[in-house]
T-cell receptor, first 115, second 118 residues
Framework: AQSVTQPDIHITVSEGASLELRCNYS??????LFWYVQSPGQGLQLLLK??????LVQGIKGFEAEFKRSQSSFNLRKPSVHWSDAAEYFC?????????????FGQGTILTVHP | GAVVSQHPSWVICKSGTSVKIECRSL??????MFWYRQFPKQSLMLMATSNEGSKATYEQGVEKDKFLINHASLTLSTLTVTSAHPEDSSFYIC??????????????FGPGTRLTVL
């Protein structure tokens, strides 16, 4: 069975600083990988996804993630954090084949941004 | 972008009663919807997959007789928590896939429904 680990429960950064949120996955085949952001009162919003091809994926809001098969990782990065980025971030892996929509989520990382 | 709504956004009920939660795709048709459950400070866990016109498929460990799912149309799926108990209190989130294939489609999430069972 697949699993996702986000080692950092809570991260605090200063506005303007760079950000990296870690995600490690366990899956037997080529994974479908996702990063979502959850803000209070709002539904999960997709930041980016990886299915195949270029291992560096660009997403919305200036985020990017790099798929590293050798490390089973899909870390999310942003070069300069804005106060509006404060939220909870979830990494997820989708099952293969026709079950790609069935997602297994990591525990989430809460991002706090200091002015 | 595509919007998924849920109703109600929060509900409080007495133990033993049943509660229905609606999930609607507002501006697209979704042949497949998913229901997730999120406990406080924990991750989302997939409960079941809802397919229009067919029976839902449940994840291992999820009681299908307790969590009744109906996907009556391409824009509506409902989750009914039957004979609710305090341990059913949770945040229930639905999602819908805008079809287009695994490399192009996107799963859109509703804002969630907070259920509190007294």
């Amino acid at each position: 069975a697949q699993s996702v680990t986000q080692p950092d429960i809570h991260i605090t950064v200063s506005e303007g600083a760079s950000l990296e949120l870690r995600c490690n996955y366990s899956y037997g085949a080529t994974p479908y990988l996702f990063w979502y952001v959850q803000s209070p009162g709002q539904g999960l919003q997709l930041l980016l996804k990886y299915f195949s091809g270029d291992t560096l994926v660009q997403g919305i809001k200036g985020f990017e993630a790099e798929f590293k098969r050798s490390q089973s990782s899909f870390n999310l990065r942003k070069p300069s954090v804005h106060w509006s980025d404060a939220a909870e971030y979830f990494c997820a892996v989708g099952r293969g084949g026709t079950s790609y929509g069935k997602l297994t989520f990591g525990q989430g990382t809460i991002l706090t941004v200091h002015p | 972008g595509a919007v998924v709504s849920q109703h109600p956004s929060w509900v409080i009920c007495k133990s033993g009663t049943s509660v229905k939660i609606e999930c609607r795709s507002l501006d697209f048709q979704a042949t497949t919807m998913f229901w997730y459950r999120q406990f406080p400070k924990q991750s989302l866990m997939l409960m079941a997959t809802s397919n229009e016109g067919s029976k839902a498929t449940y994840e291992q460990g999820v009681e299908k007789d307790k969590f009744l799912i109906n996907h009556a149309s391409l824009t509506l799926s409902t989750l009914t928590v039957t004979s609710a108990h305090p341990e059913d209190s949770s945040f229930y989130i639905c999602s819908a896939i805008l079809a287009g294939g695994p490399s192009t489609d996107t799963q859109y999430f509703g804002p969630g429904t907070r259920l509190t069972v007294l």
